[in-house]
Structure formats: C-alpha cells, structure tokens
C-alpha cells in the first residue's frame, strides 16, 4: 500500500519561503508521476507542479518562478520549495503519486488523471 505523508507546512509572511516534503513508502516501485496540488478554503483543488521520471516538471502560471519541485536521489521523497510567497498561497497543500506510464498532468488546474493516490495534506499559511 503506497503511503504519502507530507511535512513543512507552516505559517510565514509574505515573501517569505517554506520548503514542503512529501515521504513516500510503501513500495519499491517508482512512480511515473508525483506532484503536489492544493486547495484553499472554498476553493477547487488546484494543481500547482507536477514531475515525471525522466525529471520533465510541469509548473501552474501561478506559482512559476517562484516554486521549484524536485525529488532526492532515491525518489523516495518529493520536495516542493516555494519562495516569494503571497497570501493566495495560503491552502492545503496535498502530494500525489500515480504509477500510469504517461499519465502526468501538466500546467496546474484540476486535472489530476493518473495520480491514484494522496497523502492527507500540510497546511500553509501566508499572512500579508
């Protein structure tokens, strides 16, 4: 059973940086696809980036240039690291892995076909 369990999340001041990290456990296998999504009080979940194996990583307008998704050398945990942070950053920030070859959504929104399973979330908090 592939388990997710994010850690990082907090509270800063715009313009600030906060690091998220999402452990993966629970099989050897890699996933095609990981990537982190969010949802904000009264809000749709949104994508925010998304990598696949091969390192392609995938950005929403939103956040590009200001968030970098990366993984460790074993990718066994995923990494999100945000900077100039707003207060319209301020959500649940979930990870997502799926295991489907060439399944990976791309550029943010709601799409998220292909990533099977969640963890339960980190919460991020952005005050102006």
């Known amino acids: 059973q592939v388990q997710l369990v994010e850690s990082g999340g907090g509270s800063v001041q715009a313009g600030g940086s906060l690091r998220l990290s999402c452990a993966r456990s629970?099989?050897?296998?890699?996933?095609?696809?990981m990537g982190w999504f969010r949802q904000a009080p009264g809000k749709e979940r949104e994508g925010v980036a998304t990598i696949r194996t091969d390192g392609y990583a995938s950005y929403a307008d939103s956040v590009k240039g200001r968030f970098t998704i990366s993984q460790d050398n074993a990718k066994t945990t995923l990494y999100l690291q945000m900077s100039s942070l707003k207060p319209e950053d301020t959500a649940m920030y979930y990870c997502?892995?799926?295991?489907?070859?060439?399944?990976?959504?791309?550029?943010?929104?709601?799409?998220?076909?292909?990533?099977?399973?969640w963890g339960k979330g980190t919460l991020v908090t952005i005050s102006s």
């Open positions: 997502a892995a799926g295991f489907r070859a060439g399944a990976c959504p791309t550029g943010g929104g709601g799409n998220h076909y292909g990533l099977d399973y």
């Open positions: 629970g099989t050897s296998y890699r996933p095609y696809c």
